[in-house]
Structure formats: C-alpha cells, structure tokens
T-cell receptor, first 113, second 113 residues
C-alpha cells in the first residue's frame, strides 16, 4: 500500500517557472525523501529531510516538512526542460539502522521549452 | 548514474514459470532492498537484506523470495508467476546504519504473458 499521496498528479509548466509539488502521508516518520524517475528507469535521490527539520535546500530544490500536518512540499526553482520526469516522495519510519521506504504514486512534471 | 547494476534489463516469462533477477550493490553498501513498480504507480517495498539476512518484508506472498551473498549482491526469485507480477523491479542499496539515502539500479522490466 502507498503511504504518501502526492499532488497534483500531473504538472505542466514553462521553462523558467517554479514547480511546487506536495506530499501527504499518514504515519509517523523518521525522515522523508524525494526521488526523481526518468521514463520508467531507476530512481535518483534528490533530497532528504529529517522529522526534526522544517526546511532544507539543495541547489534549485527546496523541501519543507510539516509533521503536524503530515505533509511536505518540493519546490524546483527556475525549471528546465531536463527537469521533466516523475517525482516521488518516500517516507521512512525507522530510527534504527535500516531505511525502508514507502512511496507515493508520484507526480508527472512536464517542463515546456 | 549510481553504482547499482541489475540484470537482465528486460525479461518475458509465461504464467506459472519462475524467474530470478540479480542486483549488484554499490561498493561499500551492505543493505539491499527490492521494490516492485507497476505501471503508473510508485515503487512498493518487497523485502530488504542486511548482511545476508532478511531484514523486513512488505506485503508480498512467500513466492517472492530473495538472497544476499557475502559480497552483498542480491537475487530476487519469484515462483509461479502471475500476470500481475508484470512490473519494473528495482533494487536499491545503502550503507545500513549510516545513511538513509538509497541508491537505485536501472531496474528489470518483467512481462508475464
């Protein structure tokens, strides 16, 4: 079963615009991660935010986490055509050694040149 | 590109047959997780191996089984294939106990006819 739910399911924007994607989840987490997938291939890790963090930045990416609302958002600034992909949030409930991820259904982002 | 490799890339099997998928983890990683991704869905956790022992299992029947070898590479075996087993099978590795970010391979596309 999927823990996370992303919205919107699909997003189409113009190159240079910002893209905001949201994720909601149901149970307690240790951390939340965002991944990108191009054309049904392997997933690429983008950014991880721990449950005691509220905001994190990495290059053009900004992720926020609100544990009281069980939600997260991923902002991609100044989008490029190469950002066209599917984006997934994944929750990890464990404090201990081994990460076990529960993914949402994903958001399809299309960036028009 | 991560250092995780999977073989084969594509596979076509008939219902009722058995299949073995292989994964080589990234150097230095001792934990491998397997995920099933149906078309249009997010990956679903099958099971995880840590230092050659199963370390957690998702909601998959016993006909899904696995192994991890001393070099931390891994196999996923599926017996009595069903049409619904058609999916992209992804393996991911990480260093258990030190990091939560998972490194995914490119996947094996399994089609069951």
């Amino acid at each position: 079963s999927q823990q996370g739910e992303e919205d919107p399911q699909a997003l189409s924007i113009q190159e240079g615009e910002n893209a905001t994607m949201n994720c909601s989840y149901k149970t307690s987490i240790n951390n939340l991660q965002w991944y990108r997938q191009n054309s049904g291939r392997g997933l690429v890790h983008l950014i991880l935010i721990r449950s005691n963090e509220r905001e994190k930045h990495s290059g053009r990416l900004r992720v926020t986490l609100d544990t009281s609302k069980k939600s997260s958002s991923l902002l991609i600034t100044a989008s490029r055509a190469a950002d066209t992909a599917s984006y997934f949030c994944a929750t990890d409930p464990y404090l201990g050694a081994n990460s076990k991820l529960t993914f949402g259904k994903g958001i399809t982002l299309s960036v028009r040149p | 590109e991560t250092g995780v490799t999977q073989s084969p890339t594509h596979l076509i099997k008939t219902r009722g047959q058995q299949v073995t998928l292989r994964c080589s983890s990234q150097s230095g990683h001792n934990t491998v997780s397997w995920y099933q991704q149906a078309l249009g869905q997010g990956p679903q956790f099958i099971f995880q191996y840590y230092r050659e022992e199963e370390n957690g299992r998702g909601n998959f029947p016993p006909r899904f089984s696995g192994l991890q070898f001393p070099n931390y590479s891994s196999e996923l075996n599926v017996n009595a294939l069903e049409l619904d087993d058609s999916a992209l099978y992804l393996c991911a590795s990480h260093q258990g106990g030190r990091s939560y970010e998972q490194y995914f391979g490119p996947g094996t596309r399994l089609t069951v006819t």
